[in-house]
Nanobody, 116 residues
C-alpha cells in the first residue's frame, strides 16, 4: 500500500503563489506516476498535472501550463506543485494521487483559498 499526505494549502491573495507538497510512504518503490487533481463542489475531480515518479516526463492541463509546475524529490518521497498567479476561482481542495499498476491511491486533500 501507499499512503499520501498533502500539505501546503492555505489562504493567499489573488496573484499570489503556493507550493503544495504530497508526501508518500509505504511501498513507494512501486509508484509509477503521481498526479495532482482538484475538485470543485458538485463536480468531478479535475486533472491539474502529473509526473512519472522516477524519470519524467510531466504533463499539465492546458490551462495550467506556464503557471503551475510539478516536481518531485525522490529522496524525500515527495511531489510538489508550485502554483503561481493564483485566481479566486481556483479556490478548492487539491488532491494528489499515486498510480501503482492498475490501482490509484489518493490523499485526503489540502484546501487552497485565493482571496480577491
Amino acid at each position: 500500500q501507499v499512503q499520501l499526505v498533502e500539505s501546503g494549502g492555505g489562504l493567499v491573495q489573488a496573484g499570489g503563489s503556493l507550493r503544495l507538497s504530497c508526501a508518500a510512504s509505504g511501498r513507494t518503490f512501486s509508484i509509477a506516476t503521481m498526479a495532482w487533481f482538484r475538485q470543485f463542489p458538485g463536480q468531478e475531480r479535475e486533472f491539474v498535472a502529473a509526473s512519472s515518479w522516477r524519470y519524467g516526463p510531466t504533463y499539465y492541463a492546458d490551462s495550467k501550463k506556464g503557471r503551475f509546475t510539478i516536481s518531485r524529490d525522490s529522496a524525500k518521497n515527495t511531489m510538489y506543485l508550485q502554483m503561481n498567479s493564483l485566481k479566486p476561482e481556483e479556490t478548492t481542495v487539491y488532491y494528489c494521487n499515486a498510480q501503482v499498476r492498475s490501482y490509484v491511491y489518493w490523499g485526503r486533500g489540502t484546501q487552497v483559498t485565493v482571496s480577491s
